[in-house]
């Protein structure tokens, strides 16, 4: 073993998987995770501590898979995480504990992630659960949104004895877990809906098809209703557009649209009751996870797929491990190029996208190089479906409809970091709908962070 380099982990083949939704990574099993586990050197001063938004004990977790005791492992990683199978399947490792890992100095660091990914996964297959909540203290708190935000949120309240009820706006709980990042990244059914089983384990009520904002506000639920506090953890849903000409045509989505049709309404299934469009040359637009996830998804309905992106490579936002494995699969990438116009039949149907070439020039306001257009070098690339991946920003639903919540001028709910305290009282926030998009880890530890404003609150 070169204890300088990562176990390698079992991968799906490229081909074989660009053809179907089932996970692209195979995981490790027991062996293959001691023998990466006995890689750390347990160090004193953790940095991968310092790395992790959630501060899990991470040299204390990988001791005992290195000793075998999973069960034991998992309890550690239980005490700050509720979502330990999700977070090793998608959180962005190697910017954050992997990228502190002190044997990343002169090797490669230690796979965290996949560590994780290993213990939450034996944890299920063994029905090893998170230990059980304290006695109920009599304390009634709303959660709006069933992401990694309102998740750990309400798991850590219910920790804590609080009596706590989700309500949700879809039919299904998990936020994007569910409705945006794709089966063959994150299963749904094995993964993230067994985890959410474990935080309704804790005594916390899931009500789902409740839009906060229409169903009922904020100032019903805590006038009428009982509820102490409020924790806001309602994402940011809201899909971003180019205001290019041809934007309305037929066969154009916000990636938002395409991928929840695909993943929460099991569009990719031909018996599905709400099938999608099989586009034939697909253009994704952007360079984030999302256009990743959008491109990949479009690739295995069937699709030749090109991902438009107006800066070069090294600005690409996606993870690489997500670009890697879509170039792996067949995924045409057409950097430095920006479109400015879908071209649509006469029947108001897209056939292509008219792009324009573009160079870097200097860096601008957020420290990457400014992508400029080349004069007179458009060119059309002919499509039948092109999906905008933009960003998202958060629905302003529930901000209109609750007076004395202060939002910032992207329509983020304004709200302290160390407490998700807003500037209304007993109501806190956290997550995608503060930051706007982010990362499930970073929502996670808002909801940490909320759990802990709101139980200073209601404690005093
Ligand atoms: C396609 C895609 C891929 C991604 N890939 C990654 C990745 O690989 N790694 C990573 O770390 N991050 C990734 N992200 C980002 C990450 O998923 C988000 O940052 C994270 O989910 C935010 O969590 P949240 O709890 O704040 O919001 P969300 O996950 O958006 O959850 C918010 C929930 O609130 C509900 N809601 C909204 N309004 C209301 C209302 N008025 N009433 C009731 N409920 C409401 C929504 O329906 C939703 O279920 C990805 C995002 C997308 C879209
Ligand atoms: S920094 Fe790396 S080697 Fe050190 S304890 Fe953390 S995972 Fe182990």
């Known amino acids: 073993m070169d204890v300088l380099k990562k176990v390698p982990v079992r991968e799906q083949d490229a081909k074989e998987r660009a053809t179907n939704f ?11 995770a001691k023998e990466e586990a006995s890689r750390c050197i347990n160090c004193k001063n953790a940095q991968c501590i310092i790395g992790c938004p959630v501060a899990i004990n991470i040299p204390g977790f990988v001791e005992q898979v290195k000793n075998g005791n999973i069960a034991e492992a998992f309890q ?5 995480s509720a979502l330990p199978a999700v977070c090793g399947r998608v959180c962005p490792q190697e910017s954050q504990c992997e990228g502190k890992c002190i044997r990343g100095i002169k090797g490669e660091a230690i796979s965290i992630g996949k560590l994780e990914r290993f213990v ?3 944890a299920r297959e063994n029905g090893v659960k998170p230990q059980a909540p304290a006695e109920k203290n009599g304390k009634k708190v709303a959660v709006i949104g069933s992401g990694p935000a309102g998740l750990t949120c309400a798991g850590d309240l219910a920790k804590l004895g609080y009596d706590v009820t989700i309500f949700e706006a879809l039919h299904k709980a998990g936020g994007v877990l ?9 299963p749904k059914e094995d993964v993230v809906q067994k985890e959410i089983e474990n ?15 229409k169903s009922t506000t904020i100032e019903e639920l805590m006038e009428e209703e009982g509820f102490d506090a409020v924790f806001i953890g309602s994402g940011a849903g809201l899909p971003k557009f180019m205001g290019i000409p041809g934007e309305n045509a037929n ?14 309404m099991k569009a990719f299934d031909e018996n599905s009751a709400t099938p999608i469009m099989r586009g034939q040359k697909v253009a994704v637009v952007g360079g984030g996870n999302v256009a990743m996830d959008a491109a990949r998804t479009a690739l295995r309905l069937g699709a030749e797929v090109h991902i ?14 997500e670009v890697h494995h879509a170039k792996q699969e067949g995924i045409i990438f057409d950097l430095l190029t920006n479109p400015v116009e879908i071209l649509a039949d006469e029947k108001g149907w897209v056939s292509g996208i008219k792009c324009i070439r573009m160079e870097l020039g200097e860096p601008d306001a957020s420290g990457r190089r400014r992508p400029v257009e080349v004069a007179g070098s458009e060119f059309v690339i002919d499509v039948d479906t092109v999906i905008m991946s933009l960003g998202t920003s958060p629905n302003p639903l529930i901000s209109s409809t609750t007076r004395g919540l202060d939002t910032d001028k992207r329509k983020c709910i304004v709200a302290a970091e160390d407490t998700g305290a807003t500037s209304k009282d007993g109501v806190y926030a956290g997550g995608d709908a503060v930051t706007g998009a982010a990362t499930v880890i970073l929502a996670m530890g808002a909801g940490k962070a909320g759990a802990k404003g709101i139980h200073e609150y209601l404690s005093k």
């Open 178 to 186: 569910v409705y945006g990042i794709p089966e063959f990244r994150l």
């Open 251 to 264: 066969g154009v989505f916000s990636a938002n649209e395409y991928l929840t049709r695909s993943n929460l």
């Open 22 to 32: 089932k996970e692209v990574c195979l995981g490790y099993n027991e062996e293959e």
């Open 308 to 321: 438009v992106y107006r800066r070069s490579e090294e600005e690409l936002p996606a993870r690489v491990e």
């Open 120 to 122: 939450a996964d034996w």
């Open 199 to 213: 935080v309704k384990a804790l005594g916390v009520k899931l009500e789902t098809d409740v839009v906060i904002g």
């Open 76 to 80: 550690i990683i239980s005490l700050s």
